[in-house]
């Protein structure tokens, strides 16, 4: 028996005429009547009696018609399923994110997404970037969003929002009230900074920046997230390097500078495993490129 089997039949049942039952079916009626007649012969029924002028449902037939039905709207949903999935609005979608993220373009991404492909599930953890590298390598999320840059050949990165960072002062340390900060300013400075292993690029940046200048920084003491510096700034353990966002969230026992004509940047990039071919995933790129495109033409 073949799905065309059960449409066949279910037509027929509908118009209880063979000849308006073809006409529905696109097809002339002698096929369609022998294609009855062997679907007949396998189940070992009758489905319909049949006189030269009138067709109606045997017992058999009138107790197939439902499951007939519920057959073919099944296979119609599976089918329904299988297209959306391969469009990407179907499926799973497991996101990895650094803390930072859900204070800057995350929110605005997730939100947009589900909107538009409310049946696609997204799972959201939070994790470091470098055990984001992980969960892609082993393919147990399939977006990450993270500090780069990133070293292996697997994964394929492209940034998604690039800002400044300031320092952020407890409200009581002397330079807090400066209007403008030099690299001078800082030569004794005690730094609070996120370590190196989870944002490489601000930690180098940083470094650099002061090296320049002819000498290092006093870092006395690394943090594994920025909303943690913030907290040991509050504490008076020193001055922190910070997404200048911060200043939105974190301001009641800090204030923010940026040190006057070398910018500290602020990257947040989105990392794929090149060999994953979620659709879904691929919806979700589109999705966040488009998000990104809107933000950088928005009026400041």
């Known amino acids: 028996m073949e799905l065309r089997h059960l449409t066949y039949f279910v037509t027929v049942a509908e118009e209880l005429h063979f000849g308006r039952a073809a006409a529905r079916l696109q097809m ?20 319909f009696r049949r006189t030269k002028r009138h067709v109606e449902l045997t017992t058999a037939g009138e107790f197939f018609l439902p499951e007939a039905r519920q057959v073919l709207a099944q296979m119609q949903q599976a089918l ?28 605005e991404i997730i939100r947009e997404y589900r909107r538009q492909f409310p049946d696609v ?14 969960a892609l390598l082993d393919g147990r999320i399939d977006m990450g969003l993270l500090h780069p840059p990133i070293s292996s050949s697997l994964i394929a990165t492209e940034p998604v929002q690039t800002g400044v960072c300031a320092l952020s002062f407890p409200k009581n340390h ?35 920046l002061f090296q320049d200048a002819g000498f290092t920084p006093r870092i006395v003491q690394e943090a594994t997230e920025y909303q943690m510096v913030v907290g040991l700034v509050s504490a008076g353990i020193g001055v922190g390097v910070v997404p200048a966002t ?22 947040l990039s989105m990392a794929r495993l090149k060999k994953n071919s979620n ?20 009026p400041v």
């Open 28 to 47: 002339t009626q002698p096929p369609l009547s022998k294609q009855i007649q062997q679907l007949e012969e396998e189940m070992g029924v009758k489905l």
């Open 80 to 107: 329904d399923t299988a297209q959306k999935a391969q469009r990407g609005e179907f499926g799973r979608l497991v996101i990895g994110f650094v803390g930072s993220a859900t204070y800057d373009i995350l929110p």
């Open 174 to 208: 002397p330079l807090a009230g400066k209007d403008k900060l030099t690299i001078e300013d800082l030569r004794d400075v005690p730094f609070i900074v996120v370590s190196r292993e989870i944002w490489p690029g601000l930690y180098d940046e940083f470094l650099s």
């Open 246 to 267: 911060a200043e939105k969230l974190f301001n009641l026992e800090a204030v923010y500078r940026q040190i006057d004509g070398a910018p500290l940047h602020a990257v």
């Open 121 to 134: 599930s997204v799972i959201l953890h939070e994790l470091s970037t470098p055990d984001q590298v992980d």
């Open 279 to 298: 659709p879904a995933l691929d919806q979700f790129i589109t999705l966040t490129r488009r998000v990104r495109q809107l933000n950088s033409e928005s």
